[in-house]
């Protein structure tokens, strides 16, 4: 299962992005909690939107599932999928009960931090594909 550099290039292209989509939702759900006493006076009303945070989750969880698809193609391996899912689980969870309690903008931010993490690991393996990197797996990277 051989695939060109332009493949491999996107797939890495694809986990950035989505590396930086999760990671900005972790972001989100530890800043907007703070700066919710600052929102009626500066103007930050839109942070707490409903739809920027259901935005931000759809696209999260749409590049994470285009990332770790075409991850696996590569590499083979389940494992940043399986790691993925949990996270992608707990931040749905947390937005259906967003207003049960102060620990729900913690978690959701854990949420994100996994879902950037399993994108790290889909990056990795992508990396030390022997298939697609024969020269770099050969030499150990060098």
Known sequence: MGFSPVDVTSAHTLDKWSMRASTLCAVHCVVVPLLLTLLPFGGL???KSSALEAGIIG???????????????IHGRCTPAVICAPGVALIVFC????DRGSWIGSSAALAGLIIAGSHWLNH???????????????????
């Open 45 to 47: 009303v839109w942070l």
């Open 59 to 73: 696209t999260s969880v749409l590049l994470a599932v285009a990332a770790h698809t075409r991850g696996f193609r």
């Open 95 to 98: 937005r259906f009960f967003e």
């Open 124 to 142: 990795r393996f992508c990396n030390s594909c022997v298939v697609c990197h024969p020269q770099e797996s050969a030499t150990g990277g060098q």
